[in-house]
């Protein structure tokens, strides 16, 4: 059994910045080494913003290509750095894993099958 919980969402103005963590919870935390940051606001989908597998090879959303950067820090921790932050980028953002041998280029077969709870980001 896994757990995912994030930290480190708030309230900045625009062209702030805010770095997200996520630490995996669970002696089997370690298998699950493709992991993923995920926004969503109310009424639309919930959107990929960035992946990074075992091999740290990462991905990006065109909206944040540039301005985030994924990283992770030995088996359990997970971060999100996110720069020049701008209005559009509000939304609820979740972390989330998998194990890499269902997945490939950052997109899962079955999807992300485990996630954190979220953690609130509003740039106003």
């Known amino acids: 059994h896994v757990q995912l919980v994030e930290s480190g969402g708030g309230s900045v103005q625009a062209g702030g910045s805010l770095r997200l963590s996520c630490e995996v919870i669970?002696?089997?935390?370690?298998?699950?080494?493709?992991r993923g940051w995920f926004r969503q606001v109310p009424g639309r989908e919930r959107d990929k913003v960035a992946t990074i597998d075992s091999d740290g090879s990462t991905t990006y959303s065109d909206s944040v290509k540039g301005r985030f950067t994924i990283s992770k820090s030995g088996r359990y921790l997970l971060y999100l750095q996110m720069n020049s932050l701008r209005p559009e980028d509000t939304a609820m953002y979740y972390c989330?894993?998998?194990?890499?041998?269902?997945?490939?280029?950052?997109?899962?077969?079955?999807?992300?099958?485990?996630w954190g709870r979220g953690t609130q980001v509003t740039v106003s």
């Open positions: 669970g002696y089997s935390g370690q298998i699950y080494g493709c």
């Open positions: 989330a894993a998998e194990p890499c041998v269902y997945c490939s280029g950052g997109d899962c077969y079955n999807g992300y099958n485990y």
